[in-house]
Nanobody, 117 residues
Framework: QGPLVESGGGSVQPGGSLRLSCVSS???????MGWFRQTPEKQRELVATMSSVGQTTYADTAKGRFTISRDNGKKTVELQMTNLKPEDAGIYFC????????????WGQGTQVVVAS
């Protein structure tokens, strides 16, 4: 098992909400953490990231509906997702430590989100 463990995935109806959590077993200070999503049709795509000092980035599809947060003391990052749409479904991966080429060094195992009636 790697240093990142996600939880909080599940199945919701369109319009519903889910909160994903990720706990790291390695230090998070000075490290960007975030979330990616993978679907069968697409490569893994960035959903949201947050730097150690709170700077955030969001995919256009996530803006206004998703909120990323983190607790450096607890070494956690969370993703609050609201007004979920079927196209939000997929496997969500927690990520840690952004490399110079914008890739991420550490990836969690993933947690599945299903959005369906």
């Amino acid at each position: 098992q790697g240093p990142l463990v996600e939880s909080g995935g599940g199945s919701v109806q369109p319009g519903g909400s889910l909160r994903l959590s990720c706990v790291s077993s390695i230090d998070v200070i000075g490290r960007t953490m975030g979330w990616f999503r993978q679907t069968p049709e697409k490569q893994r795509e960035l959903v949201a990231t947050m730097s150690s000092v709170g700077q955030t980035t969001y995919a256009d599809t996530a803006k206004g509906r998703f909120t990323i947060s983190r607790d450096n003391g607890k070494k956690t990052v969370e993703l609050q997702m609201t007004n979920l749409k079927p196209e939000d479904a997929g496997i969500y991966f927690c990520v840690h430590t952004k490399n110079a080429d914008d890739s991420f060094r550490y990836w969690g195992q993933g947690t599945q989100v299903v959005v369906a009636s």
